[in-house]
């Protein structure tokens, strides 16, 4: 058996796949912090900071659009910031641009939202919503499985958003996939899209039709789809810098070019249990080194390394909490299981060649 996985893993590298690149958008949301600067009061910064405090060759544009009614900054790079007030904080969003986009101006964007909000007080909204990432589905139109497959593996691994992403188990505006699971909604979802595969008429509107019409009425983790352009993934906490946002999108594309390799449907299986009794205490209702544990797969199926997507965790679960020696990132990076499967992809990197 190790043989014939040494040889899949040669045909794999000698025959690459051609990538799928997609465009992202941010929703980088920011909210006072022991500061009495009004949102009007930090708008006036960052217009300031960017068009009067920047040398010449340097100065933002501005505008104001009269239809969204928001303010508009256009870089000389070439990218744009736009922002508005939005639930007691400002949320402040980039055109959509590829991975290679935003590691292009990241000190810019870097020095434009998170440097100028820090002046006035304003700071990551951690925990009042925000923070979500609008993925431009144009890939998608024509490969419908993909699509499919890409909602059904955010469903089955429903750690991303019970500890992963992002947890609140308070929100109304921001629900998990757990609190549909005990409905047959998701599944009769699935099933449907199922009976229109096989009968030929399967499609991404139709997979998106489908999507919407079952689950209508529930606020979902990923809930909108606009002018069938864009899928907004809604339970992401706030991005705290530019790094985590990079390493988010990497993560998010790499996973559905992994999925891109499937040319049939993923069984819909969630993979970590979460407790009912659990559901209301603000805590993710799920077991950390469970959940942990199949973040670890995600990420090392989608080829990337480990160490690029552990800072963006549950809080909690980084830093030790009370009556714990030590925290639960620390408990599962010294698990057995932890040890042997880094021991696993060394190898594997030496093998391929891939920097460790």
């Known amino acids: 058996m190790k043989w014939l996985a040494f040889a899949a893993l040669i045909l794999t590298i000698s025959n690459p796949v051609f990538a799928l690149e997609f465009r992202f958008g941010p929703e980088f949301t920011v909210m006072p912090f022991g500061s009495n600067a009004t949102i009007a009061q930090l708008a006036f910064h960052i217009k300031k900071h960017l068009i009067d405090d920047q040398p010449e060759g340097a100065k933002f544009t501005f505008r104001r659009d009269g239809v969204n009614v928001r303010d508009r900054l256009t870089s000389p790079n070439g990218w744009q910031l736009s922002y508005y007030q939005d639930s007691g904080g400002l949320e402040l969003l980039t055109n959509p641009m590829t991975i290679q986009q935003f590691k292009k101006y990241k000190n810019d964007i870097q020095d434009a939202v998170f440097a100028s909000a820090s002046v006035c007080g304003y700071f990551p909204a951690l925990w009042t919503g925000g923070g979500h990432i609008n993925i431009d589905v144009t890939n998608f139109h024509d490969r419908p499985m993909l699509f499919r497959n890409f909602i059904v593996d955010l469903l089955n691994h429903n750690e991303l958003f019970m500890g992963i992403f992002e947890y609140n188990g308070v929100s109304t505006t921001v629900s998990m996939p757990h609190e549909l699971a005990s409905t047959s909604d998701i599944p009769a979802a699935i099933e449907m899209i199922e009976v229109l595969r096989r009968s030929h008429n399967f499609t991404f509107f139709t997979v998106v039709d489908t999507l919407q019409r079952f689950l209508k009425g529930h606020s979902f983790a990923f809930n909108k789809i606009w002018d069938d352009r864009r899928l907004e993934i809604r339970a992401v906490r706030p991005q705290a810098s530019m790094d985590v946002w990079i390493h988010q999108i990497e993560l998010l594309e790499a996973r559905i070019n992994y999925l891109e390799k499937f040319r049939?449907?993923?069984?819909?299986?969630?993979?970590?249990?979460?407790?009912?009794?659990?559901?209301?205490?603000?805590?993710?209702?799920?077991?950390?080194?469970?959940?942990?544990?199949?973040?670890?797969?995600?990420?090392?199926?989608?080829?990337?390394?480990?160490?690029?997507?552990?800072?963006?965790?549950?809080?909690?679960?980084?830093?030790?909490?009370?009556?714990?020696?030590?925290?639960?990132?620390?408990?599962?990076?010294?698990?057995?299981w932890f040890l042997e499967q880094e021991k696993q992809q060394n190898c594997e990197s030496r093998l391929t060649g891939e920097a460790l």
């Not at 299986?269 to 080194?289: A, E, M, T």
């Not at 973040?295 to 909690?316: A, K, N």
């Not at 980084?318 to 990076?333: K, T, V």
């Open 264 to 336: 049939g449907p993923i069984p819909y299986k969630p993979r970590v249990p979460w407790s009912n009794s659990k559901v209301r205490d603000g805590k993710p209702p799920v077991d950390p080194q469970e959940a942990l544990k199949s973040f670890y797969v995600y990420v090392r199926e989608s080829g990337l390394p480990w160490q690029d997507h552990r800072d963006y965790l549950w809080p909690q679960w980084i830093r030790a909490q009370e009556n714990e020696s030590i925290s639960q990132l620390e408990r599962f990076e010294q698990s057995e």
